[in-house]
């Protein structure tokens, strides 16, 4: 798989990792690795933190939404 951000600027840059939301290639300088918080969902509400950290693999474009 091609790098999709690469891609779009003329560049064939192999992938390294996929945006888990999108789908999308990325290469190591348009991953985004974002820490996210673990909530545990459920009853009673509201849910809790659990502390723990997920790495997570994101395109640029949804880790900007993700920050939102
Ligand atoms: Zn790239
Ligand atoms: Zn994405």
Do not use: N, S
């Not at 798989?1 to 939301?21: E, L, N």
């Not at 996210?36 to 502390?51: I, S």
């Amino acid at each position: 798989m091609k790098c999709y951000v690469c891609a779009t600027q003329g560049k064939d840059t192999d992938a390294v990792a996929v945006c888990i939301v999108c789908g999308m290639g990325l290469c190591m300088d348009h991953l985004v690795r974002e820490e996210m918080d673990v909530w545990e969902g459920g009853y009673p509400f509201p849910a809790q933190k659990t502390g723990k950290k997920l790495p997570r693999i994101l395109c640029p474009d949804c880790a900007g939404a993700y920050r939102k």
